[in-house]
């Protein structure tokens, strides 16, 4: 029964490490295509990208979303969104007005945080 115990817990563990490998792997696609590093680097993400940059992240696999003028990796959450398809609507687009909607719990707030990688420069 011991036996049985440690190795259920041995592959829960397992199973978490790997999903949290996967995860960090997803979040890490297409971002060697960033631009410059902003004059503020001590910021989470330290770069700056422009529209046209951020356009090119449309796709469930490299999704790439602007709110406030902050620009987010959310390419490893698209799948895991309560809402489906919804958060593709505006991939590599603006998508201020969609997350401060109705439909969002406050703890998006908090969470957005995760994903951001850099801030929008006009072009």
């Not at 401060?100 to 945080?113: E, K, L, N, S």
Request: hydrophobic share 35%; glycine share 8%; net charge negative.
């Amino acid at each position: 029964m011991d036996v049985l115990v440690l190795t259920t817990l041995f592959l829960a563990l397992l199973l978490s490490l790997l999903i949290l490998t996967s995860r960090l792997h997803k979040s890490d696609d297409g971002k060697h295509v960033q631009s410059t590093v902003s004059s503020e680097g001590s910021k989470k993400g330290g770069y700056t990208y422009r529209k046209g940059e951020v356009s090119l992240h449309n796709k469930r696999s490299d999704c790439w979303i602007i709110i406030k003028e902050k620009v987010y990796d959310v390419s490893s959450y698209v799948e895991e969104h309560p809402g489906g398809n919804a958060i593709l609507a505006h991939a590599g687009d603006d998508s201020t007005q969609g997350f401060f909607g109705p439909q969002h719990a406050t703890r998006v707030f908090d969470m957005i945080d995760d994903f951001y990688i850099g801030d929008l420069v006009s072009e």
